[in-house]
């Protein structure tokens, strides 16, 4: 079958949040690196469920019986979204920084042994940083892999050099929140595990942009916020079978071993958020051009999300080009990461310029009832190896499928005026 795009506008129509501008919001939001808008759909099953099947799990009464198979749903459709059927689970938590420190303190208890290397990518957001070099606090040894500034990127040859037959885990983002590439996780992973290491991957910047494939690439660990990809509040942790199974379980003791997701779960899913994550199914269908009332399948189709994404896709990157090629033209603009427009970037373009402050330019951009950010965006330790005062940090500007031509036009508009 082949995918119809959607016009934006027809895209639009599905966010009220969007339809209400500038009521709701600056009249032209850039900030959806920080957290997207959702579709009606996802706001509509939150709210039904609360009105509906707002009870405890578990019992035996007909709405509890609903309200659990909602949740087991929920991870149902993350496992497709992420392509993690047969061979892994899907834990969900508060936030990515919440799982991965869940997952930091998992490894620290089970010891450090003879394995008791872990390397961190230096252009990881704090949320896959910290808590790995925290456990040098717990008898481990922490590498930073660190930045090289020249080729924009943390070297695959660092890698190789740090990496040794004492190598646990290499924490490493998919995408950069301010650099906007797109790294090559396959290849990390394959050396990581010819060293005997697993990978830990943010994949929050990299998951709004293009379909999760775990099996494709092959990961260990991977991690993303349900809340950047149109849904709610909430992030959600893929572990293989084998990865899980070497770790004890964070919750309560008496729960038995193989209660997977839920003895990671500690305190169990945020229920009313596994209703939202469930609401976004129908928009993913309309944007694969799937018609037809079937929102609640009996089971989730693969092709369903990679026809999404491919949309999403031809949505965004005329928007990319457009900031990617005006930014170039000025000549007074350093962007922060890679300055091609294309496949292999998302569109989360970040820059400074020389003579102006980052706070200065987003603070007047905001004014003009646009939403762009300045700052490290807790990627600090990257924002310092980029040579960057973090209190400043960068400008970035991140657009998602939702985003218009006309609403980048008024972007270009305010920064020209801005930036004379
Ligand atoms: C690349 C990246 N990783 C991790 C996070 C942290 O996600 P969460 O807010 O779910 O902890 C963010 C948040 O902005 C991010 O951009």
Redesign the pocket.
């Known amino acids: 079958m082949t995918t119809q795009i959607l016009s934006p506008a027809a895209v639009r129509e599905h966010f009220p949040a969007l339809a209400s501008c500038p009521d709701v919001l600056p009249d032209v939001l850039l900030d959806n690196?920080?957290g997207s808008q959702v579709p009606e759909s996802v706001a509509r099953a939150i709210a039904d469920y609360m009105r509906s099947t707002y009870v405890q799990l578990g019992a035996d009464y007909a709405t509890s019986r609903r309200c659990t198979e909602l949740v087991a749903r929920a991870h149902a459709m993350v496992r497709c979204l992420m392509n993690a059927d047969g061979v892994g689970e899907v834990i969900f938590g508060s936030?990515?920084?919440?799982l991965v420190t869940m997952l930091a303190d998992c490894y620290a208890r089970a010891g450090a042994g003879t394995r008791d290397q872990i390397i961190v990518a230096q252009t990881n957001?704090e949320?896959?940083a910290g808590p790995w070099l925290r456990l040098k606090e717990r008898g481990f040894r922490t590498d930073l892999w660190q930045f090289d500034n020249d080729a924009g990127v943390c070297p695959l040859d660092t890698l190789q050099d740090l990496l040794s037959d004492r190598t646990r885990i290499v924490a490493v983002?998919h995408?950069?929140?301010l650099l906007g590439g797109i790294e090559d996780i396959q290849a990390v992973t394959r050396m990581a595990h010819d060293a005997g290491a697993r990978v830990v991957v943010?994949g929050?910047?990299f998951a709004p942009h293009r379909a999760i494939d775990v099996q494709a690439w092959g990961v260990d660990w991977y991690a993303y916020?349900t809340?950047?990809v149109y849904g709610p509040h909430m992030?959600a942790l893929f572990g293989t079978h084998e990865a899980i199974d070497e770790l004890l379980r964070p919750s309560h003791d008496f729960l038995a071993r193989d209660d997977v997701p839920y003895a990671f779960e500690i305190g169990g899913a945020n229920h009313e958020s596994c209703a939202a994550v469930l609401g976004l199914w129908p928009y993913l269908r309309v944007l694969a051009s799937e018609n037809g009332e079937d929102n609640e399948p009996a089971e989730f189709d693969r092709s369903t999300v990679d026809r999404a994404f491919e949309t999403m896709i031809e949505l965004e990157l005329p928007l990319q080009r457009r900031v990617i090629n005006y930014l170039r033209s000025r000549g007074d603009i350093t962007i922060i990461g890679p300055d091609n427009a294309g496949a292999t970037r998302v569109p989360t373009i970040s820059f400074v310029r020389k003579g102006q402050s980052s706070r200065e330019i987003a603070e007047r951009v905001c004014a003009k009832g646009l939403g762009i950010r300045f700052g490290h965006?807790?990627s600090r330790r990257l924002c310092q190896a980029l040579g960057l005062d973090p209190a400043d940090g960068v400008v970035r500007a991140s657009m998602v499928h939702y985003n218009t031509t006309e609403e980048i036009n008024r972007l270009i508009e305010a920064l020209e005026e801005i930036m004379q």
């Open positions: 690196a920080g936030s990515t920084s919440a957001h949320s896959n983002p995408v950069s929140n943010d929050v910047a916020s809340y950047k992030a965006f807790y």
